[in-house]
């Protein structure tokens, strides 16, 4: 015959032993979970403190840039505006005589010529307007 192992059925006593052996466990993972907790929490926190602080230093940057910016610019803008009138006061009240004036008014503008025959396709025609035809506007 072959040789069979007995197993026996664990005891009242023993399952009981186990039962507290394994509670002793959990109340040990138990607290070591509350302490990771609350240190997760803690840096939770204080992430959630330098990051309204980075906030609102780079608040404070962004507005003070912005101030810097808008007085440059109308720095800039006050130096062009009035380097441009001096030179146009300077330049124009030399060179504006009455006789320029005349003189540009007298030149011709534009210069035109009949159109040759390849060129009459692509272009717009256009015609001076009759005396009725402007009387027809108004």
């Given at each position: ?26 109340k040990v993972f138990i607290e070591r979970a509350k302490d990771d907790d ?101």
């Amino acid at each position: 015959m072959s040789e069979v192992e007995v197993v026996k059925a664990p005891t009242v006593e023993s399952l009981e032993a186990r039962v507290v052996e394994l509670e002793g466990i959990v109340k040990v993972f138990i607290e070591r979970a509350k302490d990771d907790d609350e240190s997760l929490r803690s840096l939770s926190e204080r992430i959630n403190e330098y990051g309204k602080r980075s906030e609102q230093a780079i608040a404070v940057i962004h507005e003070q840039l912005v101030k810097k910016f808008a007085d440059d610019l109308a720095h800039f803008g006050a130096r062009l505006h009035a380097s441009f009138a001096k030179d146009v006061a300077v330049e124009s009240v030399a060179r504006v005589t009455s006789e320029t004036i005349a003189d540009s008014l007298s030149k011709k503008i534009l210069v035109t010529r009949p159109a040759l025959r390849g060129e009459t396709e692509p272009v717009l025609v256009v015609r001076q307007a009759t005396a009725s035809e402007l009387r027809e506007q108004i």
